[in-house]
């Protein structure tokens, strides 16, 4: 059975860096595509960042180019979102998922963690 569970989630200043960790309890984490995504209070789950199997294909979410960098270790079974200058508008809980597909579309994601909330204050 898979399990992902996310953690590093807490309360910044805008401007404040952040790294979330996921860590996947299952057979053939590297098998897989995993992706991080948002919700906010009142909002859609929306698309953060996603990354292949090797790590070679990434692929962002407009508003968090050139801030927010997803990467994976395969040994470790762990997918991180490096999150920098945060903002106001980040402010939400954070998942991670896992797809046999590069997509951003969460109904294509199989399993979800619990999430972990990230709040950035102006």
């Known amino acids: 059975q898979v399990q992902l569970t996310e953690s590093g989630g807490r309360s910044v200043q805008a401007g404040d860096s952040l790294r979330l960790t996921c860590v996947y309890s299952?057979?053939?984490?590297?098998?897989?595509?995993m992706g991080w995504f948002r919700q906010a209070p009142g909002k859609e789950r929306e698309f953060v960042a996603t990354?292949?199997?090797?790590?070679?294909?990434?692929y962002y979410q407009d508003s968090v180019k050139g801030r927010f960098t997803i990467s994976r270790d395969n040994a470790k079974n762990t997918v991180y979102l490096e999150m920098n200058n945060l903002k106001p508008e980040d402010t939400a809980v954070y998942y991670c998922?896992?797809?046999?597909?590069?997509?951003?579309?969460?109904?294509?994601?199989?399993?979800w963690g619990q999430g972990t909330q990230v709040t950035v204050s102006s």
């Open positions: 998922a896992e797809s046999s597909e590069f997509t951003t579309d969460p109904d294509k994601f199989d399993y």
């Open positions: 299952g057979p053939l984490f590297s098998s897989y595509l």
């Open positions: 990354i292949t199997r090797n790590s070679i294909g990434t």
